[in-house]
């Protein structure tokens, strides 16, 4: 025999072997996981709302060098404070397609419970999206189809992206 190895130390070998093994595929599986998510990540649009403080209208902005198609907005509860004393509903029209650094108005449809706000009202609450704190979750996709969700919250200092991740399906 070429070597003389006790059976202790042979099993010993081969148990540190394994297990270097072991950590080796799950590394390589990591950085593979890794790299797609990087890889999405490159293709990934980042749309923001912004106020025009010219006319206080709420706008969407691709921030990226991407498009984003199939924009969809969920609904958005607003409290209008105390001048107005309630809540109120706001519900976005969906946008077809948003080239990179493109800007759009968005329009915007008030529901306060079953009813919905006169005209003024609607033009009045302009300033409360300026100024109240708010969340808006906003569904759309990349270029190559991937289903996008966006959660930007809106603050003393305008609006902050809070979060960006692949929709999950829904059921």
């Known amino acids: 025999m070429l070597f003389n190895i006790d059976p202790i130390i042979k099993d010993i070998l081969i148990l540190v072997l394994t297990a270097g093994c072991a950590v080796s595929l799950t590394l390589l599986f990591k950085s593979r996981a890794f790299s797609a998510r990087a890889q999405s990540a490159k293709i ?5 709302p912004v106020i025009d403080p010219s006319d206080n209208t709420l706008h969407l902005q691709n921030d990226s060098a991407y498009f984003a198609k199939d924009i969809s907005i969920d609904d958005c509860r ?3 404070g105390y001048e107005f004393r309630r809540t109120i509903s706001l519900t976005f029209a969906p946008i077809t397609t948003l080239k990179p650094n493109q800007r759009v108005p968005l329009k915007i449809r008030a529901i306060d419970g079953a009813s919905t706000p006169n005209p003024n009202e609607i033009t009045n609450a302009g300033q ?3 100024c109240d704190n708010y969340t808006m979750v906003l569904r759309f996709a990349n270029i ?5 969700v966006e959660t930007v919250a809106k603050g003393e200092n305008g609006f902050a992206l809070k979060d960006i991740s692949e929709e999950k399906p829904r059921g």
């Open 144 to 148: 190559e189809n991937s289903k996008l």
């Open 78 to 80: 607003v409290d209008l």
């Open 44 to 48: 990934t649009p980042i749309l923001m």
């Open 128 to 130: 409360h999206l300026c």
